[in-house]
């Protein structure tokens, strides 16, 4: 069956997220953690869908988001770590044709994607479990702007 990004919002009960895209919780876990931040969920998973044209901007969470492909095109996923200043490039798509089918982003680590195609649809889960209290966006972080000055320089416009 073939899909369109409008088919599927409707279809999986999306909403438009803060960073960029559409998304939907579908597993909070009952198990708690004590988290650094406190107690959290043990794990939560999320839809999340961009369309083409559509940016997951540049943002950070204070726990391990392992991000997995689930249908449409091969998305870009980028990992910076601010301490260390390295960029890595995911490639997340169906393993027979050539992509990974996930990919891990530690906490701490600046998480930015997109779409290369007409629509991604990935599933994301979150350990100990997703809290906005635990979500920042870079650009509102404390010297942010001199990472975008080197090895950030063409993702400026995913701020």
Avoid at 129 to 147: A, K, N
Wanted: hydrophobic content about 40%.
């Amino acid at each position: 069956m073939s899909y369109c990004a409008p088919d599927l919002v409707s279809s999986l009960g999306l909403a438009p997220h803060p960073e960029g895209g559409w998304y939907r919780e579908v597993h909070r876990s009952s198990l708690t953690v004590q988290a650094p931040q406190g107690p959290r969920a043990a794990l939560t998973t999320i839809h999340y869908l961009l369309e083409a044209q559509q940016l997951s901007r540049w943002h950070v969470v204070d726990a391990d988001e392992v991000w997995q492909h689930q249908a449409g095109a091969p998305l870009t996923l980028l990992a910076y770590d601010p301490v260390s200043r390295a960029l890595r490039q995911h490639a997340l798509g169906p393993l027979s044709s050539g992509h990974t089918p996930f990919a891990v982003i530690p906490a701490g680590v600046w998480q930015a994607a997109s779409s290369r195609g007409d629509y991604t649809l990935v599933s994301c889960t979150v350990g100990p479990g997703f809290d906005f209290q635990d979500f920042r966006f870079v650009r509102t972080l404390p010297g942010s702007t001199t990472h975008f000055d080197g090895a950030l320089d063409a993702f400026t416009a995913w701020l």
